[in-house]
């Protein structure tokens, strides 16, 4: 076995939270170098994007079940961009208590630390100069690093988008499981650029690149601009481009590369006064990084049609109100089977390597119990003979996807106990664990797979939380759980499978104590 293989097995086990010790952190909150959540360069030359609360946009469910040859894509302009970047990684609310206040945005995010930034390679968009730009959601503007020569080359009608990870923003809370949770907010981000893309009629496609070279692309190797303990790595790069447009895929990122200046522009600000360093993130960083194109290629999750979708608010309204619910209403927390059959649907998929272990508390018509949502019919043989013996497996009559019956009775006390004792496991109408086809992905494509598995459920996630928020429901990530109770629950005893990501769906309770307030009052745009 390899070192980087043997790397991601030892961090993974590592950093388990278990009933008798949690994976190693400080303990306790250094709130005196809690990092900024705002990414900025010096010396830039900036441009303000203009606001699009007032654009017009289709209802959520429209966005998904157009036909290709019906869709109207927005043109590449200023406005566009500025629409893509604020209905997907723009600050949605600003929630104030007393005096403080603090901003959500529209990707989720662990602990709303916030390690993911995006950068936008432009070429021939009407309002914006060619070249390499930071978004920055604070202020809502493009930061200029680098302006680009004649010689850019890009698809027609497309644009580039990187999406990168600072993980000390989430290692200042969380320690040493903090790079699983930097690594879920990416496919947070992604699904958020997904679904802003379709909103505008555009369609996104990740592009296999070298890591060397997107670092380069980027400039994260111009080490005299960046902060050595914080960190920041690329993670993919993204095609952007109109739906309703045929261009090809080759982009020759050493060429998009010669096009801009050999030195960029602008200094990255100092997050953090003082740090604490954790040897294994850097070594699980290191280790995930990959030139090997042959066995790395990321394709991110497809998602088959929902039948049980119907209309309900425009699509800009559904992203701007997404919410983590910090309390589920334990006294009103049933739903109906419609309303669940169309959460679920929503990640409906048959090619997936993520399946989704589902504790049912309370839903109309559906027996309480444990349930696993297949996602990936392939897998289902390997998961009967890995799961306990006496299993039902009983089939359940819905078009939501695969969704087979494993026991039933009340599973609420074990809900709460896995996820770190948190009543809002228990409190809602169901819970889930995404469970990650393990050790044959990693051994078959790489250490860099193992990121990737993370980002599919990232994207998961942020499909639910959208969804559930189309219902008037309330839902939540949960990263802290016991990572092999809910293995021992279901039976498994090796690494075939394992729980990356937790999450939960009920109705949540209004803390009436924070107001809430639209973002950007400051712009006069």
């Not at 654009?55 to 566009?80: G, H, M, R, V």
């Not at 650029?193 to 990740?206: N, P, Q, T, V």
């Not at 087979?404 to 896995?418: H, N, P």
């Not at 939380?465 to 990530?477: D, M, N, P, R, V």
Request: aromatic residues 10%; glycine residues 4%; contains cysteine.
């Amino acid at each position: 076995m390899n070192k980087n293989l043997q790397m991601v097995y030892t961090y993974h086990n590592d950093t388990k939270h278990s009933q008798h010790r949690y994976a190693r952190s400080l303990g306790y909150l250094d709130w005196a170098n809690q990092p900024n959540p705002y990414r900025t360069y010096s010396n830039t030359k900036k441009t303000q994007l203009p606001l699009s609360f007032e654009n017009k946009t289709l209802e959520y469910s429209q966005i998904f079940n157009q036909k290709k040859e019906d869709i109207l894509s927005a043109p590449l302009c200023i406005e566009a961009i500025s629409q893509f970047f604020q209905f997907s990684l723009g600050l949605a609310a600003i929630k104030e208590h007393g005096e403080q206040s603090w901003a959500l945005r529209c990707n989720a995010s662990s602990g709303n630390l916030q390690p993911s930034e995006a950068y936008i390679v432009s070429n021939d968009i009407q309002g914006i100069e060619n070249g390499l730009h930071h978004y920055s959601p604070q202020e809502h503007e493009l930061e200029l690093l680098s302006s680009a020569d004649e010689k850019l080359s890009l698809p027609t009608d497309s644009f580039l988008v990187c999406l990168s990870s600072i993980v000390w923003r989430e290692a200042w809370k969380y320690g040493e499981r903090s790079w699983r949770y930097t690594q879920l907010d990416c496919g947070h981000a992604l699904k958020a650029l997904e679904i802003s893309a379709l909103i505008l009629g555009w369609e996104i496609k990740i592009i296999n690149t070298k890591d060397s070279e997107l670092q380069n692309l980027i400039g994260f190797n111009q080490v005299s601009r960046y902060v050595p303990e914080e960190r920041e790595l690329p993670d993919m790069l993204i095609k952007v481009s109109l739906a309703n447009k045929l261009n090809n895929d080759l982009i020759n990122i050493q060429d998009v590369r010669a096009s801009l200046e050999e030195f960029f522009e602008g200094k990255a600000n100092q997050l953090s006064h003082n740090w604490h360093k954790w040897d294994i993130l850097e070594k699980i960083e290191d280790a995930t990084l990959s030139d090997d194109l042959d066995i790395k290629k990321y394709t991110n999750d497809k998602y088959e049609t929902n039948p049980y979708r119907e209309t309900s608010f425009l699509a800009k309204d559904i992203v701007l109100k997404r919410r983590s619910a910090q309390i589920m209403n334990k006294d009103d927390c049933t739903i109906t089977k419609k309303e669940f059959e169309t959460i679920i649907a929503s990640v409906k998929s048959n090619n997936s390597a993520i399946h989704l272990v589902i504790f049912v508390h309370s839903v109309e018509g559906i027996e309480s119990g444990l349930y696993i949502l297949v996602r990936n019919s392939k897998h289902r043989t390997q998961l009967q003979d890995l799961f306990k013996e006496n299993f039902l497996w009983q089939k359940v009559d819905t078009e939501a996807g695969e969704l087979y019956r494993l026991e039933t009775g009340d599973f609420k006390a074990i809900s709460k106990a896995i996820s770190c004792s948190q009543d809002i496991a228990s409190h809602g109408a169901f819970t889930l664990g995404m469970l990650a086809e393990f050790t044959n992905q990693i051994e078959k494509y790489g250490a860099s797979k193992y990121k990737q598995l993370y980002w599919d459920c990232g994207a998961i996630g942020q499909q639910l939380y959208l969804e559930t928020t189309s219902l008037q429901l309330s839902a939540t990530g949960i990263g802290c759980f016991l990572d092999d109770i809910l293995h021992d629950i279901i039976g498994l005893k090796t690494n075939h499978f394992q729980s990356l990501y937790h999450f939960t769906v009920g109705r949540g309770l209004i803390d009436n104590r924070l107001s809430t307030k639209l973002p950007y009052k400051n712009l006069d745009n």
